[in-house]
């Protein structure tokens, strides 16, 4: 998998301390791909804890459509405020993350 997303211009970043979890980014811009700049594309092995806590915060942001908001809210400001520091950005929505894995029942 590693080896296929980056032949179409992904950079593995490692776990990025997320155990079972391998992030990609898509640094190259003004290339012929540039969707692939607007997410962050994480990779989990199909039996992984880190999986399945994924899909259940999205399902539970699917059917709540206010946390869903905020949480959009949350993470539009962080990226604006620290576009270039992602532990910055990552401590600035933690607290909105906690809250929502609280709701949806994930042990954090």
């Known amino acids: 998998m ?3 997303l980056e032949s179409i211009g992904y950079s593995h970043e ?9 992030a990609f980014t ?5 290339t012929d791909n ?12 199909e039996y992984s804890e880190e999986l399945k806590r994924h ?7 699917r059917l709540h459509p206010g ?7 949350v993470k539009t400001l962080a990226a ?13 929505k933690h607290p909105c993350v906690r809250e929502i894995f609280c709701k949806c029942g994930i042990v954090y």
Request: proline letters at 7%; one cysteine or more.
């Open 14 to 22: 490692g776990d990025l301390r997320v155990k079972e979890r391998h």
């Open 34 to 45: 540039p969707h692939l700049m607007t997410h962050h594309l994480y990779v989990c092995p």
């Open 26 to 30: 898509y640094p190259e811009y003004g």
């Open 2 to 4: 590693k080896n296929l």
């Open 67 to 73: 946390d869903r908001d905020w949480y959009g809210s």
């Open 80 to 92: 604006k405020y620290y576009p270039e520091d992602i532990d910055a950005y990552m401590t600035a």
């Open 55 to 61: 899909i259940i915060f999205r399902d539970y942001l």
